[in-house]
């Protein structure tokens, strides 16, 4: 989904349909089944990640799938359970990708499998038994259609030790762009769901439900499954929503601008990594809009008409080069949760956070209005405003973390892929 910028947004899972549609069923192919195996062991997974918010527009991770492994780019997506590749079985549609289409190995899933069962709400039939069909469509109306596959992950434990779990992915063969389309090999489920690689790989043993990530404002930064990669004494945590269950949320929020209550509460929030820019309600965007250009008026900056790089873009008397430049402009932010009858935990976005400098020396708010793009009840936290913070989703203790950190330096252990 797009509104006059780059942006990723896999967060919102709208579907997965087995039958329902007569183009879907036109769409699927029919495969053999051959069996695979996997190993055992505890410890955790680091994974370098690539790219920026700004101007690449997403961030991505390395998978090694296959026998011999294979390396593809995935997006890393906590707002969806189901990794899934670009499957030349043969493709009737693909996009472009960095990589060769992925080849699988038909060892098929069967339509009674459990992790089947988990992708499909109420009662889900096969047309055939020996198969499970998927379609999964995102809220800028992309899609993949394909099967369940088993194959098996190279995957190197921080321990030193590797190993090749099996693992479930979908071998996408019909994908349909959406504006947010970038061209990646597919993607990285990381929700909550069974069908998620965390979920996984915990299931056989191998690491804690944990999963977080690290974004470096200047690029790159990695990915981490399992819970021996940070210090638990200096990370501040919230409860996962009891009510909302189905991404990682937090619950509602309040915003907070230069240290002050703004009034913009009630706000249902969900931390998604598919998401490059952060998202509010009209409301509560507009009203964030409002205290940002007040606090601009008598200020040698003004709006950049001629810069479209995102909706709103301001200058000064000459270009901005870093954020530093612009530091006495604007305020920093923050969301503010309930994590408790009177506690309260206070999730910090500096400047860095909600602003960028865009290649014509504008700074540009990095908050977007998400009713927009079709997000008539959530507000994302994306990508930007976590940026220089180790984000922790730990779905044993139902938590959510944060805290600051250099996401340029990888905890220091052997080579980390998966």
């Known amino acids: 989904m797009k509104t006059g910028v780059i942006l990723l947004l896999g967060f919102l899972l709208l579907a997965f349909n087995v039958s329902t549609s007569s183009a879907s069923d036109d769409r699927r192919q029919k495969w053999w089944k051959w069996p695979s195996a996997g190993n055992s062991i505890c410890?955790?997974?680091?994974?370098?990640?690539?790219?920026?918010?700004?101007?690449?527009?997403?961030?991505?991770?390395?998978?090694?799938?296959?026998?011999?492994?294979?390396?593809?780019?995935?997006d890393p997506d906590t707002g969806s359970d189901l990794t899934w590749l670009q499957c030349d079985a043969p493709c009737v549609h693909c996009t472009q990708a960095p990589h060769p289409y992925y080849r699988p190995n038909n060892d098929l899933v069967?339509?009674?499998?459990?992790?089947?069962?988990?992708?499909?709400?109420?009662?889900?039939?096969?047309d055939d038994p020996g198969q499970c069909d998927y379609e999964v469509e995102y809220a800028d109306g992309g899609s993949s259609l394909g099967v369940?596959?088993?194959?098996?992950?190279?995957?190197?434990?921080?321990?030193?030790?590797?190993?090749?779990?099996?693992?479930?992915?979908?071998?996408?063969?019909?994908?349909?762009?959406?504006?947010?389309?970038?061209?990646?090999?597919?993607?990285?489920?990381?929700?909550?769901?069974?069908?998620?690689?965390?979920?996984?790989?915990?299931?056989?043993?191998?690491?804690?439900?944990?999963?977080?990530?690290?974004?470096?404002?200047?690029?790159?930064?990695?990915?981490?499954?399992?819970?021996?990669?940070?210090?638990?004494?200096?990370?501040?945590?919230?409860?996962?929503?009891?009510?909302?269950?189905?991404?990682?949320?937090?619950?509602?929020?309040?915003?907070?601008?230069?240290?002050?209550?703004?009034?913009?509460?009630?706000?249902?929030?969900?931390?998604?990594s598919g998401s490059s820019y952060t998202y509010l309600s009209s409301q509560a965007y507009e009203g964030l809009l409002y205290l940002v250009t007040k606090e601009l008026r008598?200020?040698?900056?003004?709006?950049?008409?001629?810069?479209?790089?995102?909706?709103?873009?301001?200058?000064?008397?000459?270009?901005?080069?870093?954020?530093?430049?612009?530091?006495?402009?604007?305020k920093p932010l923050a969301l503010r949760f309930s994590s408790g009858w009177r506690s309260k935990t206070q999730f910090e976005i500096p400047l860095e956070g909600y602003l960028l400098i865009s290649s014509k020396g504008s700074v540009c708010l990095g908050v977007l209005n998400?009713?927009?793009?079709?997000?008539?009840?959530?507000?994302?936290?994306?990508?930007?405003?976590?940026?220089?913070?180790?984000?922790?989703?730990?779905?044993?203790k139902q938590t959510i973390g944060w805290t600051p950190a250099n996401c340029d330096r990888p905890p220091q252990f052997d080579t980390l892929s998966i």
């Open 43 to 74: 410890s955790s997974v680091v994974l370098p990640l690539y790219g920026n918010v700004y101007p690449q527009g997403f961030y991505y991770a390395q998978i090694n799938i296959g026998h011999p492994p294979r390396p593809y780019f995935v």
């Open 148 to 272: 369940l596959i088993n194959d098996v992950s190279l995957v190197n434990l921080t321990t030193g030790v590797r190993i090749t779990p099996r693992i479930t992915i979908g071998c996408g063969y019909d994908q349909i762009p959406g504006p947010s389309y970038q061209p990646l090999d597919g993607v990285l489920g990381l929700g909550k769901g069974k069908t998620g690689i965390v979920s996984q790989l915990h299931s056989q043993g191998l690491i804690r439900n944990v999963v977080g990530h690290c974004f470096s404002s200047r690029g790159g930064g990695f990915l981490f499954f399992g819970d021996d990669v940070y210090d638990p004494s200096r990370v501040v945590s919230t409860p996962m929503s009891r009510d909302y269950r189905k991404h990682y949320s937090p619950g509602y929020g309040e915003v907070i601008y230069g240290g002050k209550p703004t009034g913009l509460k009630n706000l249902l929030v969900i931390f998604d």
């Open 298 to 330: 008598g200020k040698p900056v003004r709006e950049a008409e001629d810069d479209k790089t995102l909706p709103f873009c301001w200058k000064g008397r000459r270009p901005f080069r870093s954020i530093r430049d612009v530091s006495k402009y604007f």
């Open 110 to 126: 069967p339509c009674k499998d459990p992790l089947c069962a988990s992708l499909h709400s109420g009662d889900h039939r096969c």
């Open 370 to 396: 998400g009713t927009e793009v079709g997000l008539q009840n959530f507000n994302i936290i994306g990508d930007i405003s976590m940026q220089d913070k180790m984000v922790i989703y730990d779905n044993e």
